[in-house]
């Protein structure tokens, strides 16, 4: 893997040498795919017919390497190898051979469902694949049909494999001694794509492409990015969000050795103070030395203290309707006896991701070029050009390789990149890097929101839920972003509801609402999103009434499913089935817990043996069986599942909360904000996939939901206590 | 401004910085060796994990003025090491990383282990492992990649 930076300049000259064709794929079929996350494109509107020039995507190289770009960020998911998968296994290339890039932010590599080019919502497989066939089996076609011509042969007589089209009378080429002929072939307008049956590398264990790099060290991050003459610049955030400066009493800083510039700018609430200096290490001292007194008189000074209770009171009431069925009235005719009245309260979380956030520009007055591992290419882009005065097709953007994100790179409001845009446009002409060190992370916001749930139950003779009053509090992670308008609909934002308002639980009278109170904390998507607070309600209750009922918490579950969902039912005999050897066995003092969840289109049933060491979880192991539809690369779900659970216990970690007193968040780094590390992460994690012939959906996010209830529910048959509020301070 | 001469992977080099600044970025910035990653700055993430004389040290919490004669051993290195391969080979063939950030730091506690104790129990592995953070969570292949990485130094 190289680095993106001259990317634009390798394609513009390998366009002679190389493969080049122009086609229209048209995008249509994608539109029948499994989509739950619809964003930029208008509701009820299809995607134009898209046109995928193949030369964007495949460069077939003299020497017989295969160059496939990647529309989307590659940030631990795996998309850089299963994505020339699906390309190369339509176009046969000899795999060995196969390279891949990310791609510069362009039209051609948005998302064809999305409109924007962005990683979300588990969309990159469900939303490429048919893109990335096409793609695969177009070029294919045309060195076919370069070889047809030279061997004046009929298209039917030959076959490819491995890279090499063969024809009749043991002729045969490579693709690279096709590739100058296949050129000039038309591209069709359609093309025939494999039978699933025919797959070569769809549906095998293929290893990432990107391992050996990020094993020894030469693989380049954003943050390792080093342009000549380069500065690195840190920014004094107000210690309460939107604050301003009052004063600032910059001396101290401007006499580090190396401090170059020290200014005040815009942020996207408030003002900061930039500090630009040659090395990160001064730039860091000189931010130490700043004397800022700041005027925090004009904002909201939020307390997650006082928003709990606050929370707690807005939850006695109904808030805005997500979905009403049944009768709500059916709960006067449930015994007293027979009723439950729960509250839940999630914190917010920070996603720190591995890499601290970090953006490159340069702006020369009448364009620009910026580096960043971005999920929002597009938004950010637009951002960056927003603020220098430019047009987003002025600012050239570089896909970098991040190190992790979950989310905390697709920001609406790109107030990172804006922020680099500030003091970029201060320092015309050199490229200066913006570094948001870890406790501007932990502390800078854009937290998945704080929640209480409030959720009344009536349990009907037969021992399942037959009325569920269910009320959400936290704040709207679209309200006042572009996609406000496609995802907020009556007042409720979809992302805080999903995972219940959807439930595949048959609950005959059910009515789930929100209260969206507005809050001086900036929230933002957190891998699942919506999932991580609502499975864990749902889960954890439907546990509780099994356990009521006496009944088998896998068999309760299969009994309340509707019938309609298989992607709950295939995975739940699955689980059922690889984890029986085991769940049946379990030694004194070990407890089982399970789960099941669907969300982004893949279905997850998860078992999980826990005990008490220490006085926290100890997950000895976990058996997972999911449904995504067709499995692209096997291996790579695998992977995401068996580390995405352990993400997922973030949710169940001691410190795994961010609170503010007074405006001002509490903790700065990994010290008081603690993910989990090996030890409480699970020892063991088996996968098991359901065979399937559905469009694939998702497997990023598909992970984190089911773990913490799994293991919570686990707990609760230790100690005989329900949990009820994250983080699980003490058990 | 201090000048600082330092052993790295086995070659002498030079710098002249403040001597408070942390030996992670004299590696990464003064001599352009950007294996070595930058997580939290406080020794609580193990992502700038290193080699001081031969043990696992977090470089971002250690000033250069203290590096002192020791030599210093980055993942740039591990490449020619053959316990350094073994465990990069293992950690290839068991599809360990995701993001990879982390995984410097990882393989550099993972190889001082291993050095130390060749047939690391798993709890052995705990408590070598136990201060680099993962956040992508890739745990349980790390685990595996480690004893696989055992075996195959027998």
Redesign the interface.
């Known amino acids: 893997m190289t680095t993106t930076i001259n990317f634009a300049n390798k394609l513009q000259h390998s366009r002679r040498s190389f493969l080049r064709v122009s086609a229209t794929a048209a995008g249509g079929l994608l539109v029948s795919l499994y989509l739950d996350f619809p964003l930029a494109a208008q509701e009820g509107t299809q995607p134009q017919p898209k046109v995928y020039p193949p030369d964007a995507f495949v460069q077939i190289k003299p020497d017989g390497k295969i160059l496939i770009i990647v529309n989307r960020l590659e ?4 998309v850089q190898t299963s994505l020339p998968m699906i390309l190369a296994d339509e176009l046969d290339a000899d795999w060995s051979q196969v390279i891949a890039e990310l791609a510069p932010a362009a039209d051609v590599y948005k998302d064809p469902l999305f409109g924007i080019q962005m990683v979300g919502g588990s969309g990159s497989i469900a939303h490429s694949f048919q893109q990335y066939r096409e793609l695969g089996a177009k070029t294919r076609a045309m060195l076919v049909a370069a070889a047809v011509e030279q061997w004046k042969v009929r298209p039917d007589e030959c076959h490819t494999e491995a890279s090499v089209v063969h024809g009749p009378g043991g002729k045969s080429a490579t693709y690279a001694e096709l590739a100058e002929g296949a050129a000039k072939q038309p591209v069709p307008a359609t093309v025939r794509l494999k039978h699933p049956s025919r797959f070569r590398l769809v549906g095998t264990r293929v ?2 492409l ?3 790099p ?8 954003g ?2 990015l ?1 342009l000549p003459g380069m500065k690195t610049a840190l920014v004094a955030h107000p210690p309460v969000f939107g604050g301003r400066v009052k004063s600032l009493d910059d001396t101290a800083a401007r006499g580090v ?1 190396g401090v170059r510039d020290v200014f005040e700018i815009p942020l996207v609430k408030g003002r900061g103070v930039a500090v630009v200096a040659d ?4 730039a860091k ?1 000189a931010r130490d030395r700043l004397k800022i007194e700041w005027d925090l008189s004009a904002v909201e000074h939020a307390d997650t203290g006082q928003l709990s209770a606050k929370y707690k009171e807005l939850a006695r009431t109904p808030g805005n309707v997500a979905v009403s069925r049944g009768d709500q009235k059916a709960m006067d005719a449930i015994a007293p006896a027979n009723r439950m009245v729960v509250e839940y309260e999630f914190p917010y979380l920070a996603h ?5 956030l970090n953006t490159t520009i340069r702006f020369d007055g009448d364009r620009a070029e910026t580096w960043a591992g971005s999920q929002f290419q597009t938004v950010d882009q637009m951002a960056i050009a927003e603020v220098l005065g430019l047009k987003p097709e002025q600012v050239t953007f570089y896909t970098e ?6 989310g905390r790179r697709a920001v609406p409001d790109s107030h990172v990149q804006r922020e680099a845009a500030a003091i970029a446009k201060r320092l015309r002409g050199t490229p200066v890097k913006l570094v948001w ?3 501007d992370d932990v502390q800078g916001g854009y937290y998945r929101p704080m929640h209480v749930h409030r959720v009344e139950i009536g349990i009907g003779q037969d021992g399942m839920p037959a009325v569920w009053r269910h009320v959400i509090v936290g704040q709207s992670i679209l309200r006042g972003t572009p996609f406000a308008a496609m995802l907020v609909k009556n007042g409720v934002d979809e992302t805080a509801v999903e995972g219940t308002a959807d439930t595949h639980y048959n609950i005959p009278n059910f009515h789930v609402s929100a209260h969206h109170p507005a809050v001086n904390v900036p929230v933002l998507w957190w891998r699942s999103v919506g999932h991580t607070h609502n499975a864990f309600v749902m889960e954890t209750l439907i546990d509780e009434l099994a356990t009521r009922a006496k009944a088998d918490p896998i068999a309760y579950r299969r009994r309340l499913l509707k019938d309609e969902a298989g992607k709950l039912h295939r995975p739940l005999d699955l689980m059922d089935e690889k984890s029986a050897a085991w769940r049946t066995k379990l030694p004194k003092g070990h407890a089982l817990g399970v789960s099941c969840h669907e969300s982004f289109g893949t279905g997850v049933a998860c078992a999980a043996d826990v005990s008490i060491e220490n006085k926290r979880p100890k997950i000895h192991r976990v058996t997972i069986a999911v449904d995504p539809g067709i499995a692209v690369n096997p ?1 790579t779900i695998e ?2 599942f ?6 997922g ?1 973030s949710q169940l970690m001691a410190k795994g909360a961010i609170t503010l007193k007074d405006g001002r968040v509490e903790q700065r ?3 008081g904000y ?6 409480d ?5 088996d996968v098991h996939i359901v065979p399937s012939s559905e469009a694939p959906a998702g497997c990023g996010e598909p992970p984190v939901p089911v773990i913490s209830p799994a293991v919570v529910n686990a707990l609760a048959r230790l100690t005989g206590k329900r949990y009820r509020s994250l983080p699980l301070v003490s058990i | ?1 201090e000048t600082y001469q330092l052993t790295v992977n086995g070659q002498p080099k030079e710098v002249a ?2 001597p ?3 030996l992670l ?1 004299v590696l ?2 003064e001599l ?11 020794a ?2 193990g ?1 700038c994990t290193v080699h001081l004389g031969a043990v696992a040290t977090r470089s971002c919490v250690v000033p250069v003025s203290l590096v002192g004669k020791r030599p210093i051993v ?3 290195a ?2 020619e090491d053959p316990v350094g391969r073994a465990v ?1 080979d293992a ?3 068991h ?10 730091g990882q ?1 550099m506690s993972a190889v001082a282990l291993l050095k130390s104790t060749p047939r690391p129990t ?1 709890a052995n ?2 408590e070598s ?15 595996a990649a480690i004893k696989a990485a055992s075996q195959q130094l027998k």
């Open positions: 940030f631990g998911q795996g290893r990432r990107d391992s050996r990020k094993c020894d060290g030469s693989l380049k991050f943050l390792d080093d050795a090395k990160f290490w001064t001292q720190a991701p591995m890499e601290p390789m991040a190190g992790g994100g979950f060190t870890r406790e291996l992977s995401q068996q580390a995405g659970v352990a993400f216990i780094n990994f010290d603690t993910p989990p590390y090996i030890i992460a699970p020892v063991a994690v | 401004m910085v403040d408070s600044t942390p970025w990464r910035e352009k060796m950007t294996g070595t990653k930058y997580g939290c700055g406080i609580a993430c992502a980055t993942i740039e591990m490449a990069q950690w290839v063939s599809d360990v990383v995701q993001c990879g950030y982390c995984q410097s393989i798993e592995i705990e492992m136990g201060g680099n953070l993962c956040r992508c969570g890739t745990y349980v292949r790390i685990r």
